[in-house]
């Protein structure tokens, strides 16, 4: 199968970022899925094939009196630990924070900074997550995704990976904007911040209809699932950017900065404001997810390319067997009242 150049291009930063990981930290294994080509019997099958078991929890998006949160570092810090997570990344607006001291062999911090620009009056954020250095936001009068692309640009020069904030904070950009967009490892598709209208509105369209846009006409791009916190003692839904509201749990063999990092880059996560998958197959032409605490309530959507649904079920293990004209597949769990949501696997 030719490479389209934004595979190609993709599969050459993959190496280039495990490379610089790598001369860091000893990799002795990268992943604990079990990859391989599977080919069905009438030889449609997805691009990928994993086997996703055992999870990481974290947050990319966090701030705290570095910047414009209301809690000291420390304090942000220690909620984290003492709410089952694994580890964190601290995105100050502009400002690498050195926080390697919070680290320890049961909960990690990975460098993060928050690229804090603007166009005209409309807020560009990008997330660098991975990075070496403090990296500083352009605030010029250009097109919107002039803009984007330089700060994704520069993140990525700095061995980075990237993630899009929040598109519709401020109804920064829409569909049309972000298809020019490339080179960029994550967009943010569901947020804890009551102000960045992920939903969409009379403005726009959701996140997640913007994340299905660009899969559908551009390629493959990681979706996250982040607080963007910055509120720690007063909680309100409404009005309050609190944590613990949204977050990724990572597929990594190990908790370090580099297995982390790796298994963020190729997609071996999934993202969630509840619903917890314990198991997550993709082979050959079959998609299978196990969620934990399954009762009548809960749903899986299976969707694909415009973000149209091919299934949906109440069966737990869900099953979803490709027919080769889906595009891509990727499963949207509803269970008490919360959704997760899996990465994209594309058919080959």
């Not at 930290?25 to 030889?43: D, E, F, M, V, Y």
């Not at 502009?94 to 390697?100: E, F, H, I």
């Not at 954020?125 to 500083?136: D, E, M, P, R």
């Not at 509120?231 to 409404?238: G, P, V």
């Amino acid at each position: 199968m030719m490479l389209t150049s934004f595979s190609l291009n993709r599969w050459l930063r993959s190496v280039i970022f495990l490379s610089g990981m790598c001369s860091l930290i000893s990799c002795s294994s990268l992943s604990p899925a079990k990859r391989g080509t599977h080919l069905a019997i009438n030889g449609t099958k997805f691009d990928r094939s994993v086997e996703l078991k055992h999870f990481f929890k974290g947050n990319l998006h966090t701030h705290s009196q570095e910047s414009d949160g209301d809690a000291p570092l420390n304090t942000v810090v220690e909620w984290y630990k003492r709410n089952g997570y694994d580890f964190l990344s601290m995105t100050e607006h502009d400002k690498l924070v050195d926080t390697s001291s919070h680290s320890t062999s049961k909960f990690i911090t990975l460098p993060g900074d928050e690229i804090t620009g603007r166009s005209y009056r409309v807020p560009i954020h990008v997330n660098a997550i991975c990075g070496k250095s403090q990296l500083k936001g352009i605030r010029e009068n250009r097109q919107p995704g002039a803009i984007l692309q330089d700060q994704i640009n520069t993140a990525r020069a700095d061995g980075a990976l990237t993630i899009v904030n929040h598109p519709n904070f401020g109804w920064a950009f829409g569909a049309k904007i972000l298809r020019k967009v490339g080179d960029f490892d994550f967009l943010e598709v569901t947020s804890g911040h009551p102000l960045v209208n992920e939903n969409g509105g009379e403005k726009g369209i959701s996140h997640e209809a913007l994340w299905d846009d660009y899969l559908t006409h551009r390629g493959s791009v990681w979706g996250v699932g982040v607080d963007d916190s910055h509120h720690y003692s007063d909680f309100d839904i409404a009005t309050k950017a609190n944590p613990g509201r949204a977050w990724v749990q990572v597929a990594a063999h190990r908790l370090t900065a580099t297995e982390v990092c790796s298994a963020l880059q190729r997609g071996d996560f999934y993202f969630s404001r509840g619903p917890v998958i314990t198991r997550l197959n993709v082979k050959g032409p079959t998609f299978t997810l196990v969620v934990s605490n399954w009762n009548s309530s809960g749903t899986v959507e299976f969707l694909g390319e415009s973000g149209r649904t091919l299934n949906t079920t109440r069966t737990m293990p869900a099953v979803y067997q490709i027919n080769g004209s889906e595009g891509y597949v990727r499963a949207r769990i509803t269970l008490n009242g919360a959704r997760a949501w899996t990465q994209p696997y594309f058919i080959q």
